[in-house]
């Protein structure tokens, strides 16, 4: 039996296979769960692709984490199928590109408020629409993929201001969920090679330094441990673990100079 054997689990954010989402729904499946992808707008199409790459067909319902009236048909249309859901795995983020590089003082406030509103916001948006069905489950689990945004770096700016509110966020939805058993935790994954990284000019600099300073060592192109950790998070072998952030990393948060 594995690790997440007969959950049903909710994974955002595939946009192909090298997404750190796609990593956790193959593994997902190896470990004996059952798996509904969501994808939105021009990418759904994508997400199809990726999906029909998997080993078991899955269905994919569309979700735009930015709008309320879409979390809710996507709710809708999973609690068709699902009387109950296990796990949701938030892989969201989105900044516009004045938010990346460049200089911060010169992003204007509704770019902010954008990458804000799908980076950080959109996970109370998914807490809020799958509540019902995560409350159905006798204990459930909301895992979001983060990048550590306890420092400042280079060229990340409005984003790492985004994620510092998504794990605060992760927090407060740890103490609202908790009534209903559902657990809130992050994994601060280190640098991976995916569409969202290959948008932001610094992340080249990420990625070299990153095996060197990493105790572990760290390869960008395999997201495997990341997603075996949020597997594990999803599972029920951290029953009383919320309000977590658990770095996968390689050890790099952990060392000084």
């Not at 892989?91 to 590089?101: F, N, Q, V, W």
């Amino acid at each position: 039996m594995g690790i997440v054997n007969g959950k049903r689990l909710v994974i955002t954010g595939v946009l192909n296979t090298a997404s750190i989402a796609y990593r956790v729904a193959e593994l997902a499946l190896d470990e004996g769960a059952s798996v509904m992808l969501t994808g939105f707008g021009r990418g759904l199409s994508i997400t199809r692709r990726a999906a029909s790459k998997l080993s078991t067909e899955i269905e994919v319902v569309e979700l735009d984490a930015s709008s309320t009236a879409s979390v809710d048909a996507a709710v809708a249309a999973i609690s068709a199928v699902w009387d109950r859901v296990d796990g949701v795995v938030h892989a969201i983020g989105y900044a516009p590109p004045s938010c990346l590089d460049g200089e911060m003082l010169a992003t204007p406030w509704d770019d902010v408020a954008t990458a804000i509103q799908v980076s950080a916001y959109s996970l109370a948006e998914l807490a809020r629409g799958f509540k019902p069905l995560m409350a159905a489950a006798e204990t459930s689990s909301l895992v979001g993929l983060d990048f550590d945004a306890t420092v400042a770096w280079p060229g990340y700016n409005w984003m790492g201001v985004a994620k510092a509110a998504f794990e605060s966020l992760s927090r407060y939805l740890a103490r609202e969920l908790a009534p209903i058993n559902a657990r809130v935790n992050l994994v601060s994954a280190g640098p991976i090679r995916t569409i969202a990284a290959k948008s932001i000019d610094a992340f080249r600099t990420f990625q070299d330094e990153w095996p060197r300073r990493a105790p572990l060592g760290w390869d960008p192109l395999d997201a495997t441990a990341v997603a075996k950790a949020v597997l594990c998070l999803a599972s029920d072998y951290f029953p009383m673990t919320t309000g977590e952030l658990i770095h996968v990393d390689g050890g790099y948060h952990a060392m000084g100079a």
